[in-house]
């Protein structure tokens, strides 16, 4: 009797503990996918014509986190539609949307020759249509600086019928913003690469910014130019 109950005993102690492991291993395959990113499983949003990446394929990137730690050869996208960074772990090929928090920069690899590096910017107080943070490339860093956020917008949309069913599709592109952030702080934002359009964020030093304009024979036509000007008004001291 005595060795039925010890045998008992063990059989069960064996079962918890194997209900015990299996749990851990559920919820560590869920939540930790590599010790210094977190994020949650990304599934591509669906019901949308265009282009949602920056760059379609997958890249060579490096990724700076808040805590200062580098991690260097990862895979990765940008979605500018929903302004997440995307990473897939080659290791299952699962992909995660990465929580924007622990993310301060990154790099994206080998696009079209170059390099493209992101930073996380702090643009203030949030709004029903604008983040209080987000993802922008860096043009320029000085006192006056640029940053590109590469911004994918819906522009239309239209109903398709297919297998009898009805479809709303809405149809993106590319919509870039452009972010101007002056030594105190605050962001001027420009929509559309337009010499009057800047010229209207700066009237006190309009005159001064033209004439650079007109000595560097800028077209103001192209972010090359854009990138140009904030360049020379840095150098010329202009803010």
Request: charged share 25%; net charge neutral; with cysteine.
């Amino acid at each position: 009797m005595k060795h039925y109950l010890y045998f008992l005993f063990l059989l069960i102690c064996i079962s918890i503990n194997a209900q015990t492991v299996k749990s851990t291993e559920v919820s560590e395959s869920d939540t930790l996918f590599l010790p210094k990113l977190t994020g949650q499983t990304y599934i591509e949003r669906k019901g949308y014509k265009g282009e949602q990446y920056f760059y379609d394929d997958w890249v060579d990137g490096d990724i700076l986190l808040s805590t200062g730690e580098m991690l260097h050869g990862e895979k990765l996208k940008y979605n500018g539609l929903f302004d997440e960074l995307i990473w897939v772990n080659m290791s299952n090929y699962r992909q995660f949307e990465l929580d924007k928090s622990f993310v301060a920069e990154f790099w994206l690899k080998g696009i079209r020759g170059a390099t493209i590096h992101f930073k996380r910017i702090n643009l203030g107080e949030q709004t029903d249509t604008h983040p209080s943070e987000i993802y922008a490339q860096i043009g320029v860093e000085e006192k006056v600086s640029l940053y590109i956020q590469r911004k994918i917008s819906v522009v239309g949309d239209e109903d398709i019928y297919e297998n009898g069913k009805l479809y709303n599709i809405k149809s993106i592109e590319s919509k870039p913003l452009y972010y101007i952030k002056l030594p105190s702080n605050n962001y001027l934002v420009l929509r559309r690469i337009r010499r009057n359009a800047f010229l209207k964020l700066f009237p006190e030093q309009k005159k001064t910014i033209l004439k650079l304009i007109r000595a560097g024979h800028l077209n103001f036509k192209s972010e090359a130019d854009l990138i140009k000007v904030i360049e020379l008004m840095n150098e010329k001291g202009v803010i």
